[in-house]
T-cell receptor
Framework: AQKITQTQPGMFVQEKEAVTLDCTYDTSDQSYGLFWYKQPSSGEMIFLIYQGSYDEQNATEGRYSLNFQKARKSANLVISASQLGDSAMYFCAMRLGYSSASKIIFGSGTRLSIRP | EAGVAQSPRYKIIEKRQSVAFWCNPISGHATLYWYQQILGQGPKLLIQ????????DSQLPKDRFSAERLKGVDSTLKIQPAKLEDSAVYLC????????????FGEGSRLTVL
């Protein structure tokens, strides 16, 4: 079954520390894509980072990097030097298939709280 | 560039009543998605359109939910009759042709069923 699993319901991290949010996925497709989205308390969904299944290098976007381990089917999000504004829900998502119009499913999310 | 527009932002109804949500995607985005997000959970895909055709509606409760995208642009999602468990935020998203499939979300429509 195609599925995204986020095993950390909530995390507390001290400001300026790095944090890793876990994501594992299950798919039999060879071609797929992995996304991370941030959802602050205001509710909007903010795209953070993308990794394609054939990308050999881990994706990076500013303070965000995606630790992609294909054999282990994991796509963990790493936030370096956390800030108070990083407090939010974080969702891992997977595009099922090659096409940009393929179905996208989400995990259950991790609530990240940054302590000052 | 205008973002994904959704309305209404908030709606409160009694159970067994009906409600409709509207979504206008970003211009040129052929793919449109409706997700249901229950409080504390991840978004659940209800239906996906490619232009005006349905790509996936496997998780749409078709006895009470319906959706259409008649001209391949804006879309409506209807619930009739509503149940208490339909209380959720209904998120509309669109994605452009080509690229990674990144979703561009609207602000969502929050439904409370009493």
């Amino acid at each position: 079954a195609q599925k995204i699993t986020q095993t950390q319901p909530g995390m507390f991290v001290q400001e300026k520390e790095a944090v890793t949010l876990d994501c594992t996925y299950d798919t039999s497709d060879q071609s797929y894509g992995l996304f991370w989205y941030k959802q602050p308390s205001s509710g909007e969904m903010i795209f953070l980072i993308y990794q394609g299944s054939y990308d050999e290098q881990n994706a990076t976007e500013g303070r965000y990097s995606l630790n992609f381990q294909k054999a282990r089917k994991s796509a963990n999000l790493v936030i370096s030097a956390s800030q108070l504004g990083d407090s939010a829900m974080y969702f891992c998502a997977m595009r099922l298939g090659y096409s940009s119009a393929s179905k996208i499913i989400f995990g259950s999310g991790t609530r990240l709280s940054i302590r000052p | 560039e205008a973002g994904v527009a959704q309305s209404p932002r908030y709606k409160i109804i009694e159970k067994r009543q009906s409600v409709a949500f509207w979504c206008n995607p970003i211009s040129g985005h052929a793919t449109l998605y409706w997700y249901q997000q229950i409080l504390g959970q991840g978004p659940k895909l209800l239906i996906q359109f490619q232009n005006n055709g349905v790509v996936d509606d496997s998780q749409l409760p078709k006895d009470r939910f319906s959706a259409e995208r008649l001209k391949g642009v804006d879309s409506t999602l209807k619930i009739q009759p509503a149940k208490l468990e339909d209380s959720a935020v209904y998120l509309c998203a669109s994605s452009p042709p080509g690229g990674t499939g990144e979703l561009f979300f609207g602000e969502g429509s929050r439904l409370t069923v009493l």
